[in-house]
């Protein structure tokens, strides 16, 4: 057996497993309880970094867990190990925390919980694109990155549009997080061709679905309840790729290879994960104080994949159902894919990116803050009764700033993403529109821009018009406006 995993650099002096330790189980651990014995728990990720499984994953939400890396890192230093392991952390902030100041706190949050001087790797997470909040928040990262307060910057359940437009503007993205497994292959199709193009990298989490794929659930009938938040997030992606009676195939075909390589199920399954072009790493969930995945794990760097164990899986993949979307989208639009399931409730609750103001009796209005808007006297948007009319918009980002220049598919998400914030400002939804017009420099692009609007309308399906204008004011390519009706209530 490997006496140690194999490693792989992430950016310039970064380097970890290819399998990291993700610590998202310490808040279900912790759920309804205390808090876990920080110097107790500690003492388990030591023994994950002296395996050589010295790269952890998590996030400011997951319980105590950078508290327990904090403690686990001091520890390490003082043995005088010359690399005290690399934590990886995100900071996943509501929309109104994207000034400057307020990124700087959280940042530093991270920081002072990890006791740390530089974040290894800072992951963003953020809830809704149509705030444009994000930018800003990813200029705070680039300008901390830049004092050495953050050593490499990533995100975490970005899809493809947003992850090619950061790209695009230039920002220093080394990782994107996402679900991928054997059950979710999303990011397998143009996620990884985004990646292999820029030299961003896949951290794979999801990989073992929760615990789901391992002999354990084999031959086993479905269960009528599962109890931990991992399980209860990954029964619904079972479901979403068509429910027990495939997965089981899948667990089948798993097996045989398994067998074939005297390997467990969970190392083929991660086997498979790491072999995908684009992924560096894999992240497996570590129930720190239960038990460890350590020495099985290991097993997982003594074998490839041949021809016929892909042929057997792919048989299996043939009878699911794909998860629908790309990734990220199950924290954004049905079906949620999350252990609390819809998240609708929690969207809603997140600040409106404008406020309206009332012109008169049921005619109400927005304004972006653009430069032109006050130079020619128009409205953002307008609602009349149940109609709500969405200006002609370009990617201006806060009073002035272009957006994707020079890239209409670029472009074209800003501007969609405004689009959709206009009309949720107004009490409507981006399912209301029935009308948009596109107005382009040059017609030859279309394709860039049909393909984002295509995405963004799938099962709206509005009536459309593209047309091929002499020119736009300001750095820009491509100008949308829509129309929405919202449902009387």
Not at 414 to 426: C, H, P, R, S, V
């Amino acid at each position: 057996m490997a006496k140690h995993p194999d490693r792989i650099e992430l950016a310039p002096g970064l380097t970890v497993p290819r399998v990291l330790t993700g610590l998202w189980q310490v808040a279900d651990l912790e759920r309804g309880g205390a808090p876990l014995d920080v110097d107790a728990a500690s003492d388990a990720l030591i023994a994950y970094a002296e395996a050589g499984f010295d790269g952890f994953d998590m996030a400011d939400h997951y319980g105590s867990a950078e508290l327990i890396a904090g403690r686990a890192r001091q520890k390490l230093i003082e043995r005088d190990r010359e690399t005290p392991a690399r934590f990886f952390t995100k900071w996943c902030p509501e929309p109104d925390q994207s000034t400057p100041q307020a990124v700087r706190a959280g940042v530093q949050e991270r920081l002072d919980r990890l006791a740390m001087d530089r974040i290894d790797l800072l992951q963003l997470h953020w809830w809704t694109f149509h705030h444009p909040g994000w930018i800003d928040v990813m200029d705070a990262f680039m300008a901390l990155k830049a004092e050495g307060l953050i050593g490499a910057i990533g995100v975490t359940n970005f899809d493809t549009d947003h992850l090619h437009l950061l790209l695009n503007e230039g920002y220093e993205i080394a990782t994107n997080q996402v679900s991928f497994s054997v059950v979710d292959r999303r990011a397998a199709g143009e996620m990884a061709a985004l990646c292999r193009e820029s030299g961003v990298k896949l951290l794979a989490y999801g990989t073992l679905c929760g615990g789901f794929l391992s002999e354990r659930w084999l031959g086993q009938g479905d269960p009528d309840a599962v109890a931990d938040w991992s399980k209860m997030k990954y029964r619904r992606f079972i479901d979403s790729a068509g429910g027990w009676e495939p997965f089981q195939g899948l667990l089948s075909a798993l097996d045989t290879t398994a067998k074939r390589h005297d390997v467990s199920i969970a190392n083929v399954a991660t086997r498979w994960v790491i072999e995908t072009e684009g992924v560096a790493c894999a992240i497996v969930g570590a129930r720190i104080t239960e038990r460890q995945h350590r020495d099985d794990t290991l097993a997982l760097f003594d074998f490839a994949l041949t021809e016929a164990d892909r042929a057997e899986l792919d048989a299996a993949f043939a009878k699911m159902t794909p998860i629908p979307g790309d990734c990220g989208d199950e924290y954004r639009k049905p079906p949620y894919l999350t252990a609390s399931g819809d998240l609708s409730h929690h969207l809603d609750t997140l600040p409106k990116v404008y406020d309206p103001a009332e012109m008169k009796p049921g005619r109400w209005r927005i304004s972006s803050g653009s430069v032109w808007e006050g130079i020619c006297g128009f409205s953002r948007a307008t609602r009349v009764g149940d109609r709500i009319l969405v200006s002609g918009t370009t990617a201006t980002h806060g009073s002035g700033r272009a957006i994707g220049a020079g890239d209409v598919r670029s472009q074209t998400v800003y501007i969609l993403d405004k689009i959709a914030a206009a009309i949720e400002a107004l009490g409507g939804a981006l399912d209301d529109v029935v009308r948009t017009r596109i107005y382009m420099c040059d017609a030859s692009d279309w394709e860039a821009a049909s393909r984002v609007h295509g995405r963004v309308f799938d099962g709206i399906l509005p009536a459309n018009t593209l047309i091929e204008i002499a020119d736009l004011v300001g750095d820009y390519d491509i100008e949308i406006e829509a129309e929405a009706v919202v449902p009387s209530t």
